[in-house]
């Protein structure tokens, strides 16, 4: 996509910090991290979100971010890492180029990404919801 600011990085167009680059993927820092060493995977194919990615790409994303996500522990001492995908913009998404991150996570950080209050479901309520999702697949 000519004017995705991940493509362009993605492609080389931009410079930026790089650890990882292979036909498929360009993986950079992110230059506004949440810990030291917070990692993205961009895909060289745009693809808006995660629902528009092909299997084939979408298939070699966890096995790669486990293996930034095991590198990040062993050279920075990280103590676990997240690995997060925020689909469209009520999700967090800022930029409409499919992105994984993956931050590492150290001893004493608060290890919350993501923080929702609880909820629960009235009688009933959570068979029907899942019949509506069993319904769209």
Known sequence: MDNCIFCMIANGQIPSTSVYEDEDFKVVFDIAPAAK??????????ADNVCDL????????????AKLGSAQMKALGAKGFNIVVNTGEAAGQTVM?????VIPRYEG???????????????????????AIVKAL
């Open 37 to 46: 060493g917070h990692l993205l995977i961009l895909p060289k194919a745009h």
């Open 54 to 65: 092909s299997e084939e790409t979408a298939a070699k994303i966890m096995p790669l971010a």
């Open 97 to 101: 180029h499919c992105h994984t991150h």
């Open 109 to 131: 950080e608060a290890p919350i990404v993501a923080n929702w209050a609880q909820g629960s479901y009235a009688d009933g309520e959570a068979a029907s919801i899942a019949q």
